[in-house]
């Protein structure tokens, strides 16, 4: 199995074609992070512009560019969401800061490269990657003689066949193959960012991510949460009580921060229902799913999150089965006991978490097929949840 090549930074020199090139592609990009916004429309550059962006390991900013992303070369897509933070799903699940990338529109990893992974990630977006549709003849006859310059250049390292060799790395277990995606590296790809760094808030609704009505009920929740419910002296649970019951007249969500009902130790119920793509599911209510749950949120080992709440209730498509996912904290194939349910257009909105509140990321939630149940395919109107 080839070996991922020493992650170290390539020394630049006074001179250098391909340094120069990498960085005037960068700076010559129309349509900067700090300028795309949610909905605008961006074509994917072409495999050699991209290759020239990319050092020896196949990163720009130690984002990996992965074989996946190379189908989407010269694809016409919106942005989604502008990257400018994400969350660890490495080490702590808190926010981190990301310069100079977005996700798009539908833009998610296939898994082709990495053992078939079924993950279906979000994929990062450098800008450099990018370019306005709308450039003008001169600007894109000013890039192709850049790259034809670099093509002659013994400094143009970067080669497809290094994209993909950049898949895999030195396993601890030789008899298990380990991978690099861009969910291993988010903690190289980028820095910490604490929840109380407010520009990150600003660059949220003026980028389009959070509208300000979301935004406001969020910062809500957090202040009676956190300034209220969790003050220790006695009055948690009357106040979500008191939660439940307003959300109960307007039809919204239950307090989103309750254990489930099984004690530490039990071993949690199982249900197989064999759901496939293209079923609809309604996903059942909060108090019942917490039946399935332990003390510590926990059903055979699938923890159950918060963020899932506003989903109950919904009635949603089965997108896909999940039976295998690279885990982010190794790079090995982790293989499911219990395949699980990723139902269509259901993301996490990180509406609840302290501390990666709005992260863009919108990664698929996985499901129990204990907390769905089938129902007709004709009573299948996505119900969008609260």
Known sequence: MPAR????????????????????MKEDNSNPSTKLRAGDWVEVRSREEILATLDENGCLENLPFMPEMFAFCGQRLRVYKRAHKT???V????GRRMKDAVHLEGARC??????????SCLIYWKTAWLRVPAETGSESQSRQDELQTLGK????????????????????DESKPAYVCQATQVPAATEPLPWWEWRQYVEDYRSGNVKLGRMAKSFLYMAYVHG???????????LRWIYDRFQDLRKGVPFPHRAGKLPA???????????QPGEWVRVKSFDAIRETCDQGNMNRGMRWDAELAPYCGGTYQVLKRVSKIVNEKTGEMQEMKNPCIILDSVVCQARYSDCRLFCPRSI?????EIWLERVPPDSGKSGAGH
């Open 87 to 89: 969350c660890d799903t």
């Open 228 to 238: 209220l419910i969790n003050l220790g002296i006695g009055i948690g649970p009357a």
């Open 91 to 94: 080490n702590d699940y808190k």
């Open 265 to 275: 130790g039990t071993r949690t119920p199982f249900v197989k229902l064999d759901l």
């Open 110 to 119: 296939n898994g082709q490269s990495h053992g078939g992974c079924e993950a």
């Open 364 to 368: 698929y939630p996985y499901w129990r």
């Open 5 to 24: 090549k020493k992650e170290t930074e390539v020394p630049l020199r006074t001179g250098d074609r391909a340094t120069e090139t990498r960085s005037s």
């Open 153 to 172: 250049s013994e400094a143009h390292h970067c080669t497809e066949g290094d994209v993909l060799a950049a898949v895999h790395k030195r396993p601890v």
